[in-house]
């Protein structure tokens, strides 16, 4: 009887170890299930042509759907009065760009900061704020309608945020860079936090990746 | 030299009833702005704040005889949208610290009375509950994102 008890005894508790040991694996597994994966991107190889837009560069001189052209360009909307984020952001370009000259092989690729903030920066302002960062970068402005007609298409929105009694105000503006094809096909979204390295070898992927589905 | 540029520590000023007379109780470090174009009118600063005292601390407001006005921000991406949040006062509890750093908490200092090129030094008054108030040398320097990972 003793020996029977004792199976039995050890039986009951090896099943609640197994039972305890399934509940804590089950709901270890729920608790992942519900972290959402972090999105760093979206990679659109089918996307359609932009629409032709018009702007104007840093330069005074027009800017449309042919500037993007035969190009891979990089683009960030921001503003010159962000005193944060966009830094930052030009301050990743910086080291894309330095990135991408280095091999000698990524010579088509162009950067642009669009601004959202027509008031503000006017021209001049942006071709102060570009040649700051890197005189081979693009600054583009324009009026409201005009920025829209290429923020629309990309799906960037801005809006104003904050207004003082002095006038100051601060612009709330997508904080993703996006990339374009040669062909003038936004091909991805890139979001933050942005880290050169990671950027740049991203690219090369979808350079690659994109390449091959064109030569096939 | 590099000492003098990275480590500050404040002067306190007198008033401190409410608060250890102890000048450790708060440490300023890596304080600097953020050098801007030349025809943009606000800059970014950016120190590392450390409530060494067993009080928490609330930070009020902060000032500089070199700016107009000067803000406390936090930026934030929301749905891949960045924002910037205005900060009333901001709490230090008690042995923490504060970090005002590239993407997150940073001062917003609005139209300089001169030239802020890289190497310009300048002054901010950070006043603390109690009546303090702390100067702190700060530095312009460029963006630099590496060094700024490192904090």
């Given at each position: 009887?003793t020996?029977?008890?004792?199976?039995?005894t050890m039986?009951?508790?090896?099943s609640?170890i197994?039972?305890?040991?399934?509940i804590g694996?089950?709901?270890s597994?729920q608790?992942?299930a519900?972290?959402p994966p972090?999105?760093?991107?979206?990679?659109?190889?089918?996307s359609?042509?932009l629409?032709?837009?018009?702007m104007?560069?840093?330069?005074?001189e027009?800017?449309n759907?042919?500037k993007?052209?035969g190009?891979?360009?990089?683009?960030f909307?921001g503003y010159?009065?962000?005193p944060?984020?966009?830094?930052?952001?030009m301050?990743?370009?910086?080291?894309?760009?330095s990135?991408?000259?280095e091999?000698?092989?990524?010579?088509?690729v162009?950067?642009i900061?669009?601004s959202?903030d027509?008031e503000?920066?006017?021209?001049?302002?942006?071709q102060d704020?570009?040649s700051y960062?890197?005189?081979?970068?693009v600054?583009?402005g324009g009026s409201?309608?005009?920025i829209?007609s290429?923020?629309?298409?990309?799906?960037?929105?801005?809006?104003h945020e904050?207004?003082?009694?002095?006038?100051d105000?601060l612009?709330?503006?997508?904080?993703?860079?996006?990339?374009?094809?040669?062909?003038g096909?936004m091909?991805?979204?890139?979001s933050?936090?942005?880290?050169?390295?990671?950027?740049?070898?991203?690219?090369?992927k979808i350079?690659?990746f994109?390449?091959?589905?064109?030569?096939s | 030299?590099?000492?003098?540029?990275y480590s500050?520590?404040?002067?306190l000023?007198?008033g401190?009833a409410q608060?250890?007379?102890?000048?450790s109780?708060?440490e300023v470090?890596?304080?600097?702005?953020?050098e801007?174009?030349?025809s943009?009118?606000?800059n970014?600063?950016?120190?590392l704040?450390?409530?060494t005292?067993?009080?928490?601390?609330?930070l009020?407001k902060v000032?500089s005889?070199d700016f107009?006005?000067v803000?406390?921000?936090?930026?934030?991406?929301?749905?891949d949208?960045?924002?910037?949040?205005?900060?009333?006062?901001?709490?230090?509890?008690?042995?923490?610290q504060?970090?005002?750093k590239?993407?997150?908490y940073?001062?917003?200092?609005?139209?300089?009375a001169?030239?802020?090129?890289v190497?310009?030094?300048?002054?901010?008054i950070l006043y603390?509950?109690g009546?303090?108030?702390?100067?702190v040398d700060v530095?312009?320097?460029k963006?630099n994102?590496?060094?700024?990972?490192?904090?």
């Amino acid at each position: 009887m003793t020996i029977k008890n004792t199976a039995v005894t050890m039986t009951i508790i090896l099943s609640l170890i197994t039972l305890g040991l399934g509940i804590g694996i089950y709901t270890s597994r729920q608790k992942e299930a519900q972290i959402p994966p972090k999105v760093q991107g979206m990679l659109w190889p089918a996307s359609k042509k932009l629409l032709p837009f018009s702007m104007v560069d840093h330069r005074g001189e027009s800017f449309n759907l042919q500037k993007l052209e035969g190009q891979w360009s990089f683009m960030f909307f921001g503003y010159t009065n962000c005193p944060d984020i966009c830094p930052i952001t030009m301050t990743v370009f910086k080291q894309i760009y330095s990135k991408l000259q280095e091999g000698q092989q990524h010579t088509d690729v162009q950067m642009i900061f669009v601004s959202v903030d027509p008031e503000r920066d006017t021209t001049e302002r942006l071709q102060d704020y570009i040649s700051y960062f890197n005189k081979e970068f693009v600054g583009l402005g324009g009026s409201i309608e005009q920025i829209q007609s290429l923020s629309g298409q990309l799906g960037i929105t801005f809006f104003h945020e904050q207004a003082t009694v002095t006038g100051d105000y601060l612009v709330a503006h997508n904080s993703s860079i996006i990339l374009i094809d040669p062909h003038g096909h936004m091909v991805a979204l890139l979001s933050t936090p942005h880290q050169a390295e990671d950027i740049f070898t991203r690219f090369e992927k979808i350079r690659t990746f994109l390449n091959k589905q064109t030569n096939s | 030299m590099r000492l003098f540029f990275y480590s500050f520590i404040m002067m306190l000023l007198p008033g401190s009833a409410q608060l250890s007379t102890d000048t450790s109780i708060i440490e300023v470090t890596n304080a600097w702005i953020s050098e801007s174009p030349p025809s943009v009118r606000v800059n970014a600063a950016y120190m590392l704040i450390k409530n060494t005292s067993d009080q928490d601390i609330v930070l009020n407001k902060v000032e500089s005889p070199d700016f107009e006005r000067v803000e406390m921000h936090r930026s934030k991406i929301r749905e891949d949208t960045a924002h910037m949040e205005l900060q009333g006062q901001l709490e230090i509890t008690a042995n923490s610290q504060l970090h005002f750093k590239p993407g997150d908490y940073h001062l917003m200092l609005f139209n300089p009375a001169r030239s802020m090129r890289v190497g310009a030094m300048s002054t901010l008054i950070l006043y603390l509950s109690g009546g303090r108030q702390i100067e702190v040398d700060v530095i312009v320097k460029k963006l630099n994102l590496e060094q700024s990972h490192k904090h």
